[in-house]
């Protein structure tokens, strides 16, 4: 028998029929679904660029379809902008457009400065971003000098600060913290992105020749959960502090 008769009954291996009809399977599957999340990462886009605050991932569930992984597609959308001059940046629990950081020197010429903070008010900014939360008393003591109401408005006014709640001490004192505009404003994800010691100290903000026993405090992980010896708010202590109007009662 010749090579070419001996080729002709050399058997071939023939793949598995379900394994072919499960490749196939999966390769219609797979586009489908990630066809179903390149719509949602546009939808993301639209609501996110729509909006002139930062939204939250709460939102975004509520506006997506049912059952949407946010995080992948916040991912995904994120990875779209890296390299652009506009980045989806996260600010606390929430998402929102920015001008790319090494982009920001062609802003500032369009910026406007309308109020410089005052010495003071950085001091209690600073103390509050990393004691949160924080009474007026407990400010005083760790600047070891009187705070007067008016710093505390005028961060209040900025909307960097916010009064968060009371504290479970005689004349419940009100607490502050920080706010998202806060994390915005400085270009922070969450308050545990604030600078450390040896930052400070690289940047010039702290002296190299600090006591031994000197720290920085770690801010809380979540700023939004109370403390354990603090109250929330109640519509009583808002109106007390004036920022509800008093309900009328009808005689």
């Known amino acids: 028998m010749s090579e070419r008769a001996n080729a002709s009954v ?3 291996k023939v793949d598995d029929e379900p394994e072919d009809e499960m490749t196939e399977q999966g390769s219609l599957e797979n586009p489908a679904e990630r066809l179903q999340l390149s719509e949602a990462v546009r939808m993301a886009e639209a609501i996110i660029f729509a909006s002139a605050e930062p ?3 709460r939102q975004l569930a509520a506006r997506l379809p049912e059952g949407l992984n946010i995080a992948a597609a916040m991912a995904d959308l ?3 902008y890296a390299k652009r001059g506009v980045n989806l940046v996260r600010v606390g629990d929430a998402w929102a457009f920015r ?3 090494d982009l920001a020197f062609l802003m500032s010429r369009d910026s406007v400065q309308q109020r410089k ?3 003071a008010a950085l001091e209690v900014l600073a103390i ?3 004691h949160q939360p924080v009474t007026r008393a407990e400010i005083e003591d760790i600047r070891g000098v009187e705070t007067s109401k008016g710093t505390l408005d005028t961060l209040l006014e900025t909307e960097w600060v916010r009064m968060r709640g009371r504290r479970r001490t005689p004349g419940r004192p009100v607490t502050y913290g920080t706010t998202d505009a806060f994390l915005d404003h400085f270009a922070l994800e969450e308050i545990r992105d604030l600078p450390g010691m040896e930052e400070l100290k690289g940047a010039g903000l702290l002296s190299t020749r600090m006591p031994s026993n000197f720290s ?4 809380p992980s979540d700023p939004e959960a109370l403390a354990e010896d603090e109250d929330a708010l109640t ?3 808002l109106e007390e502090l004036g920022l509800l109007t008093p309900r009328v009662t009808e005689d």
């Open 55 to 57: 939204v939250s991932e």
């Open 128 to 130: 509050i971003a990393y």
């Open 235 to 237: 519509d009583i202590d």
């Open 216 to 219: 920085i405090p770690v801010p």
């Open 78 to 80: 994120q990875e779209i």
């Open 10 to 12: 050399i058997p071939f």
């Open 117 to 119: 903070l005052s010495r």
């Open 99 to 101: 001008t790319a950081g």
